[in-house]
Nanobody, 126 residues
Framework: QVQLVESGGGLVQAGGSLRVSCAASGRTFDTYTMGWFRQAPGKERDFVATTWWSSGRTYYGEVADSVKGRFTISRGNAKNTVYLQMNSLQPEDTAVYYC????????????????WGRGTQVTVSS
């Protein structure tokens, strides 16, 4: 099993920045992909970004145009730690942000991921 714990969410004003973190523990050697999703109230869980440990490459896929260029996924120096840097935040970015991990290469579909964190709330005020 792999445990994922998100942190760093909170309340920020529109135009501000926030960085959320995800730390993996347990059978982390099984972890090949780690990524971020978000879910706003009453909406589906949407893909944001992911990264593959072996190559260090990142994948944003066909994320919403509103996210492109503002959000950046990165890996920490500590193994199995990923970050999501969010800049120029807008009220529509308000959501619970979830960290996810997969034991294989995964992209933007939630069903590709094997492990999920409990999420961290990000609220952007106007």
């Amino acid at each position: 099993q792999v445990q994922l714990v998100e942190s760093g969410g909170g309340l920020v004003q529109a135009g501000g920045s926030l960085r959320v973190s995800c730390a993996a523990s347990g059978r982390t050697f099984d972890t090949y992909t780690m990524g971020w999703f978000r879910q706003a109230p009453g909406k589906e869980r949407d893909f944001v970004a992911t990264t593959w440990w072996s190559s260090g490459r990142t994948y944003y896929g066909e994320v919403a145009d509103s996210v492109k260029g503002r959000f950046t996924i990165s890996r920490g120096n500590a193994k199995n730690t990923v970050y999501l840097q969010m800049n120029s935040l807008q009220p529509e970015d308000t959501a619970v942000y979830y960290c996810a991990a997969a034991v294989k290469i995964a992209y933007g579909r939630p069903d590709e991921y094997d492990y999920w964190g409990r999420g961290t709330q990000v609220t952007v005020s106007s």
